[in-house]
């Protein structure tokens, strides 16, 4: 009973779910059609508050992913890592238009189709603001594979869906400060992403990356306090 109870409160959230199953199930059955076909001022509500969420958690993958494991298979996927990752490149980039796709979630998979092969390597690689911001996407891509994959191994195993991962800093340090996990992720996490972050610009070392991480530690503690 006590197993069962355990089970049910770590996949209770209200939070949206972000695999790749629970995207597709989103665009394709969501109620803003139905409130859109009947005319509904509610469907542009649902819109804007779905695309907000989709925004947060854009912000929100890159600094779980370090900071976490274990994560559940409903809150990670493919098409949430690569949103991100997108996303991370056009915050990055010092062409104009990569402003428009950092804060629109679907601007950023288009662009590429209006620039050639130079322009996106050029604006990728050679013309960005935060070298670290580039290594911190790439970092990103490879150590999201790797969850994934553990994802895909751990596949018909008990395992509580929901769940947005282990933390890391818990595991090592703070268990053993008698620190509970739940603190940890909702108040350290997003304090210490948020620090790095001002002291990064504070000390005029990298605005660009000082930047994406306030903004990362906002959402994540949003999240977590939601």
Request: proline share 4%.
């Amino acid at each position: 009973m006590i197993r069962r109870k355990r089970i049910l409160t770590e996949s209770m959230s209200f939070w949206p779910k972000f695999s790749d199953p629970d995207i597709l199930k989103a665009i394709l059955n969501s109620s803003i059609w139905k409130h859109l076909f009947l005319g509904e001022r509610k469907a542009m509500w649902l819109f804007v508050k779905a695309l907000c969420f989709l925004k947060m958690e854009m912000f929100i993958s890159p600094i779980k992913t370090f900071l976490r494991y274990n994560h559940g298979k409903r809150t990670m996927g493919v098409t949430i890592t690569l949103m991100s990752t997108l996303m991370m490149m056009a915050f990055n980039t010092q062409n104009i238009l990569g402003y428009l796709a950092t804060f629109f979630p679907f601007i950023a998979p288009v662009l590429p189709f209006f620039m050639n092969t130079d322009q996106i390597m050029t604006g990728l690689f050679i013309d960005i603001k935060s070298p670290f911001l580039m290594y911190l996407w790439i970092s990103y891509l490879l150590i999201s594979a790797l969850h994934l994959f553990q994802i895909f191994r751990r596949h018909g195993r008990t395992q509580p869906q929901n769940t947005r991962g282990k933390s890391i800093l818990h595991t090592l340090l703070f268990r053993y400060l008698r620190v509970s996990e739940k603190w940890v992720q909702s108040i350290i996490e997003p304090v210490l992403v948020g620090f790095t972050g001002y002291v990064l610009i504070e000390n005029g070392l990298d605005f660009t990356l000082g930047l994406f991480l306030m903004i990362s530690a906002f959402c994540l503690l949003f999240q977590e306090c939601y």
